[in-house]
Each structure stands twice: as C-alpha cells, then as structure tokens.
C-alpha cells in the first residue's frame, strides 16, 4: 500500500511529541495518558449522523462523517459532548491500516490514540467551515483516487479527498485546501490522517 509522506508528518510529529511528553514528565505512560480514554478500535460498520457507513459506503461519505464529528469536536460545550465526537471520529479511523505505520515503541491502542487524538486540533481553526449537510459537503468534495503504481489496472485502495476552506477572517486570499486520506482497510474506505495542500489554496474544478 502506498502512502503519502507529506500526510505521514503530521502522525510522526505526534508520536514524536509524545515520546517527548514521557521524557519530559519522567513518568511513563499513566502521566501522558492520565484522564484519556484509549479506545481499542476496531473497523466495522457504524452509522453516524444518520449515514450508515458500512463496506459500501463512499469515502466521501465517511470523510463528511469525520469532518463533522470534529466540528463537533472542537466546538463541544463540555467533555462529555467532546468524548461523544471522540468516539465517532475513532469509529471513522483506519485503525489496521494506522497501526501499519506504526515505527514506534508506542502499542497499537496508544499509537492511534496519538494520530487521531491530533486530528481536530489540526484542523481546528477551519472546522467551522466543515458542512453539516451530506449534500452540501458531497458537492464541495474532489475525490482522487490513488492506484499502486506497479499495479495500476487494480482497483484503487487509497484516495483523497479535497475541499477547499474559507479563512474565519474572511480574507479570500487566505483560504486554503483541506486533505482527507482515505484507505480500505478491511473492505471498509475509513481515514488515516489528514492535513492541507501546502501548493494550492483554492480548487479548480
């Protein structure tokens, strides 16, 4: 399976910003995860928001579902609301697929913590501008799907989707493009990180 690097910095930057963490505190683990709930995911069909994303839903189906669960996220009222969000976001993730990447000491279960736990502040500052209507969000999606490339005639197991995003200070030059990376993991298309287009700001359709 291939991947891509510029998306992949972000999880090492998390992992490395953990294992910093440890060091730091001089704790272990119980000090870095003191009050977090490390979740044991597993991939499976689940419906949120009403959308039921089993092994025939779209990615961009399940990529609506994540960006709303992180607005939700970042604009919960207080922790229960947050863990609540957590929970759909963790239910969206590519677990196995993560846990592939995983060149860390860290076990499986706190190593996608790490990735996912970082997807929302990633991302926070637009996540007012993510879509809170599966038809809205589905006509500012620009899917590509990404092929092996010695196996070309295969069909795709990764992709990406694209939206581009409004700065809150209204400033259209400010603007930017969001990227959701998808991959089938399982027979289900679930997420394994996210980011921005750091070569474009807007999308040309």
Same mark, same amino acid.
């Given at each position: ?30 000090? @870095? ?7 044991? %995911?597993?991939?499976?069909? %689940? ?5 039921? +994303? ?16 992180? @607005?939700?996220? %970042?604009?919960?009222?207080?922790? #229960?609301? @947050? ?19 995983? *060149? ?8 996608? *913590?790490? %990735?996912?736990? *970082? ?13 809170? #209507? ?11 799907? +990404? ?45 394994? *990180? ?12």
């Amino acid at each position: 399976m291939r991947w891509n690097r510029r998306g992949w910095r972000c999880i090492g930057a998390a992992a490395v910003t953990a294992a910093t963490v440890i060091v730091w505190c001089g704790c272990g683990d119980d000090a @870095r995860l003191a009050g977090r709930k490390i979740r044991s %995911v597993t991939v499976r069909g %689940v419906t949120v928001y009403g959308v039921t +994303l089993d092994q025939q839903a779209s990615p961009e189906q399940v990529a609506f579902a994540l960006l709303r669960a992180i @607005r939700d996220d %970042v604009s919960a009222k207080n922790g #229960e609301d @947050r863990e609540a969000a957590l929970d759909k976001e963790f239910d969206l993730c590519a677990a196995d697929a993560i846990q592939n990447k995983n *060149h860390t000491s860290l076990p499986r279960d706190e190593f996608i *913590h790490d %990735v996912v736990y *970082h997807w929302a502040p990633t991302v926070s500052h637009y996540a007012w501008n993510f879509e809170t #209507e599966w038809e809205k969000a589905a006509a500012r999606f620009v899917r590509k799907d +990404l092929k092996p490339v010695k196996e070309a005639k295969t069909e795709a197991t990764e992709c990406e989707i694209a939206m581009q995003l409004a700065d809150p200070s209204g400033d259209p030059k400010a603007s930017v493009v969001m990227l959701v990376w998808l991959a089938q993991d399982n027979g289900y298309w679930r997420v394994t *990180h996210l980011g921005f287009d750091p070569t474009r700001r807007t999308l040309e359709r």
